[in-house]
């Protein structure tokens, strides 16, 4: 039993405990697969037969006669094990800490990855190499894919198949899957994700006799397939949007955005802003900003791809299509726009009673297939308005268009002169939105739509409101007949968690979830169920959103400092 918090190593890995060990052969002749071995200090989590030690690790190897000359560890932590005992059998250890969760692994990674493999391989050609990731299927399986292309003049498809034959099911993360295709091949040849295996699905992860089962926990499969449904429909209280469930289409519409963005990568091209800290807010008086609410609302991409195309891409890179929307192109009430792309965010306004969904257009990347997304803020704003709100307005008003038939509002969204800060953080303004704000969007003028975080693209909230979105793990300790629990928070491309929160009755419905928290006096505090979001913010981001609370930009700062910055 443990006695005290120093003396507990951390809750074993998600869905570690019925994860398969190692792979059933060498994948390519060369690497030989497993997940994380756990150091004896995990041991009061486990039971006997279910214990992987790293030199029962070694010794399951002899089994497929082969000797190991170098150890890959993948994992984002040093927690799981000491990897000290591999010298002494001269087997070379190197760490390449690589993001779970989903996240990109970078180019820079795979090549260091390709590196190291590499010169191994050349000065010992008989010897193999371990690699592992936390559970050993999807980062493992992109790394060792992309060895097998790059290095050994595979197929890209062959590799993936090579992989799942030595671990089945594979790699059975579809956007690593669509990853690998992009890079090496045609990504519409990318194949169907296998169903997530049993042991990953299954919300049972150890019968540790200290730790006590949460309250609350699903049957095997169903809370996931429920959660599946829910994320995939669309914001609540807007109708005539619905998932688009022809894959190939969704894929076809996926790649059009991202080409459409100059994006490499397979998530969600849209441009992200920085939270605002001392430091960056010097941006605003070296460059001209306008500046914007920041509305509480949900965020789409919107394809307008001709009559009866009209999709949103949202953060997830789901792909909704829209019906009865509309898009007429100029004066031509018989002709619509298409090779068109905006970004926005729907808010539901509140009007006398009534609910009204409206989407905000704040920016364009593509109109009519030209890149308007590479001019200035102040052109894409007139681009908005004059060919994309205004036409719209016209074919209304001469009946062409029914405004009811639509399943909501588009409006072009304001943005002002910085020295309008003051007046948008005014309650006389904030009581005029029928929505809710909460803060502020600074826009440099002069630079081109970016993809991703944008350094320059400033955010700006009170401390209270700065917040993170976290997956939260609840972990029961039994300490000496007492139960605690712990609400662990974990964020993207880190093992251990990056913050705690008091556990309470109503919080362990979210146990698993991803929630959004504030952080105030001096600990974390549950705001909200993020529904839509699949992974928490990544560890990067998190740290700067703690930076801007811990050392905030408040409003009287920011006011100041703008009131400096527009000064002759």
Request: charged content about 25%; overall charge positive.
């Amino acid at each position: 039993m443990f006695r005290n918090r120093r003396n507990w190593p951390g809750k074993i890995p998600h869905h570690w405990l019925d994860c398969p060990e190692t792979s059933s052969s060498l994948v390519g002749g060369k690497f030989l697969v497993f997940k994380t071995p756990l150091d004896p200090k995990f041991d009061d989590q486990l039971p006997n037969e279910k214990r992987f030690h790293p030199k029962t690790a070694i010794r399951s190897m002899e089994s497929l006669r082969v000797k190991i000359g170098l150890w890959i560890d993948l994992t984002y932590t040093n927690r799981y094990y000491d990897p000290g005992f591999l010298k002494e059998r001269e087997i070379r250890y190197y760490k390449l800490a690589s993001p779970g969760g989903g996240e990109t692994i970078s180019p820079a990674l795979v090549k260091t990855f390709n590196q190291v493999c590499d010169a191994f391989i050349e000065k010992n050609p008989l010897k193999a190499v371990v690699v592992h990731c936390t559970h050993g299927f999807n980062r493992t399986g992109f790394f060792v894919c992309c060895y097998l292309v790059e290095k050994c003049d595979w197929v890209v498809g062959e590799a993936v198949a090579s992989f799942a034959k030595a671990r089945p099911p594979g790699i059975y993360r579809e956007e690593y899957l669509q990853e690998l295709f992009l890079r090496y091949g045609d990504v519409k040849d990318t194949p169907s994700a296998p169903p997530m295996p049993d042991w990953c699905t299954s919300s049972t992860n150890t019968p540790n006799p200290h730790h006590v089962a949460s309250h609350k926990r699903n049957l095997p499969g169903i809370q996931n397939a429920e959660a599946a449904e829910k994320k995939s429909e669309f914001l609540e209280g807007v109708s005539g949007v619905t998932p688009l469930r022809n894959r190939q289409k969704c894929i076809r519409i996926q790649r059009k955005v991202q080409e459409m963005c100059a994006w490499k990568r397979r998530w969600f091209p849209g441009t992200y802003p920085v939270s605002m800290d001392r430091e960056n807010i010097s941006l605003l008086s070296t460059a001209p900003y306008k500046v914007s609410w920041k509305a509480d609302g949900t965020r789409y991409m919107m394809l307008i791809d001709g009559i009866h195309e009209i999709y949103f891409v949202d953060q997830e890179n789901r792909v909704f299509s829209v019906k009865n929307l509309f898009f007429p192109k100029g004066k031509e009430s018989n002709r619509y726009i298409s090779d068109t792309l905006v970004d926005g965010e729907m808010v539901i306004d509140e009007l006398k009673g009534k609910k009204i969904p409206r989407y905000l257009i704040f920016d364009i990347i593509c109109f009519e297939g030209n890149r308007v997304g590479q001019m200035d803020y102040d052109t894409r704003l007139t681009y908005i308005r004059r060919e994309i709100v205004e036409p719209r307005q016209a074919a209304m008003t001469a009946g062409i268009t029914d405004k009811g038939q639509e399943p909501f509002e588009i409006q072009a969204k304001d943005f002002y002169d910085l020295s309008e800060a003051k007046r948008l953080l005014g309650s006389e303004f904030l009581s005029s939105l029928a929505h809710q704000s909460d803060g502020l969007v600074f826009q440099p003028v002069k630079e081109p739509y970016t993809p991703g975080a944008c350094k320059s693209l400033l955010k700006w909230k009170p401390a209270s409101a700065n917040s993170v979105d976290f997956r939260l793990t609840i972990v029961d300790e039994r300490k000496g007949g007492l139960v605690k629990s712990r609400g662990l928070l974990f964020v993207g491309g880190k093992d251990e968690p990056f913050g705690e929160m008091e556990v309470t009755l109503t919080l362990r419905q979210y146990d698993n979830k991803i929630i959004e928290c504030k952080f105030q006096n001096q600990q974390w505090v549950f705001m909200r169920e993020r529904i839509n979001r699949s992974f928490p913010n990544s560890f990067k981001t998190a740290k700067k959103v703690f930076k801007s609370i811990s050392n905030p930009v408040t409003e009287a700062y920011l006011l100041n400092y703008i009131d400096q910055a527009c000064s002759p």
